[in-house]
């Protein structure tokens, strides 16, 4: 089956450091997968950081930028810069296109320390 | 603006016990709905999705069932709970029709602790 692999946290960096978390990923079943990273701030529900639904484009929001890259089967989080506010967790996700059918890794949890 | 809104924030509940679990969307008409879950420690998992009232399809078994009454409510129950019921279910909405893409608009959740 389909299947998500990331960062196990806990991570925990300094304010102003760089970030990535590691997403890579196995889609048996679906030709064109559309990737998302979610995320879960403390006290608020998941909502959506950035996806990108064709292989080889870059998707970036608040600073964060992930690609999309289908020889690698990967689609990692970075960060140049973190803030305290980045803190939270955060979920890489594969996408059956048009179906609302998502699978999840396991989330990471990312503390950043001012 | 659509919102999303899920009851109860969080339960305690006795094995064997009934539960109820909703959600309701405001602003969008004939939304895609979805509960997903999320034991403790594991992965988020989509339990059930519906494109209409009175439609849903179970995608997991858990031993838990699903119902759209409203275009806009979607109910999550079973009449006897399991300790693995325990975890964080959450709510989503999708916009309509085949070619609207796959991007979830979750709700805040809630969180089960059967004891």
């Known amino acids: 089956g389909d299947s998500v692999t990331q960062t196990e946290g806990p991570v925990t960096v300094s304010e102003s450091e760089s970030l990535i978390i590691n997403c890579t990923y196995s889609a048996t079943s679906i030709a064109y997968p559309n990737l998302f990273w979610y995320v879960r701030y403390p006290g608020e529900g998941l909502q959506l950081l950035l996806k990108?639904?064709?292989?080889?484009q870059k998707g970036s929001s608040r600073g964060f930028e992930a690609t999309y890259n289908k020889e690698t089967t990967s689609f990692h989080l970075q960060k140049a810069s973190v803030q305290e506010s980045d803190s939270a967790v955060y979920y890489c996700?594969?996408?059956?296109?048009?179906?609302?059918?998502?699978?999840f890794g396991d989330g990471t949890v990312l503390t950043v320390k001012p | 603006a659509q919102t999303i809104h899920q009851w109860p924030v969080a339960e305690i509940k006795a094995v064997g016990s009934p539960l109820s679990l909703g959600c309701t969307i405001k602003?969008?008409?004939?939304?895609?709905l979805y509960w997903y879950w999320q034991a403790t420690g594991g992965t988020l998992q989509q339990l059930f999705y519906s494109i209409t009232v009175g439609q849903v399809e179970s995608v997991v078994q858990l031993n838990l069932s699903a119902s759209r009454p409203k275009d806009d409510q979607f109910i999550l129950s079973t009449e006897k709970l399991l300790l693995s019921h325990s975890g964080f279910y959450l709510c989503?909405?999708?916009?309509?029709?085949?070619?609207?893409?796959?991007?979830?608009?979750f709700g805040e959740g809630s969180r089960l602790i059967v004891v």
């Open positions: 989503a909405w999708r916009h309509p029709g085949p070619y609207s893409g796959n991007t979830l608009y």
């Open positions: 602003g969008k008409s004939s939304p895609n």
């Open positions: 996700a594969l996408g059956e296109p048009n179906t609302g059918k998502l699978t």
């Open positions: 990108v639904i064709t292989a080889g």
